[in-house]
């Protein structure tokens, strides 16, 4: 390891600009960037959002299809609805939430929805869905 790093060290020194692995490249001379996606775009429920929601967003479920409607998800079909979400997703958005983030788009919808449901997804179909905590027969 020490070889390596006297070895890194010298070329440095010669050619004034660090040389690097492949993961990394220099795009200035003191500027470098990861060649590997950033962690948010491996996992779109990641991404960090930050919104203001406009004045025809009068609903959970206006705000949570705002959310969605840039992210790369949708929410699953309206007849794979439970009925509780489906009530839920009829409430008016609080006051409260009108401006929202930043936070990861995950939490965003988690906290629009409430502490009675549990957030699911399918990474294939990129659909979102939101089961009801503790009531199996209400999924």
Avoid: W
């Amino acid at each position: 390891m020490l070889k390596k790093s006297l070895f890194l060290f010298s070329l440095i020194l010669l050619f004034g600009q660090p040389v690097f692995a492949d993961d990394i490249t220099a795009i200035g001379k003191y500027i470098t960037v990861f060649n590997k996606p950033k962690p948010e775009q491996v996992d779109l429920l990641h991404q960090t959002i930050q919104v203001r929601f406009p004045q025809n967003v009068m609903t959970i479920g206006d705000a949570c299809n705002d959310l969605l409607k840039i992210s790369g998800y949708s929410f699953v079909d309206i007849n794979k609805r439970n009925e509780s979400l489906k009530i839920t997703l009829s409430k008016p958005l609080p006051l409260i939430d009108r401006d929202f983030g930043p936070m990861s788009l995950k939490d965003a919808l988690t906290t629009l929805m409430g502490p009675a449901f549990t957030l699911t997804s399918d990474p294939v179909s990129r659909t979102v869905n939101f089961k009801l905590k503790g009531n199996k027969n209400h999924e």
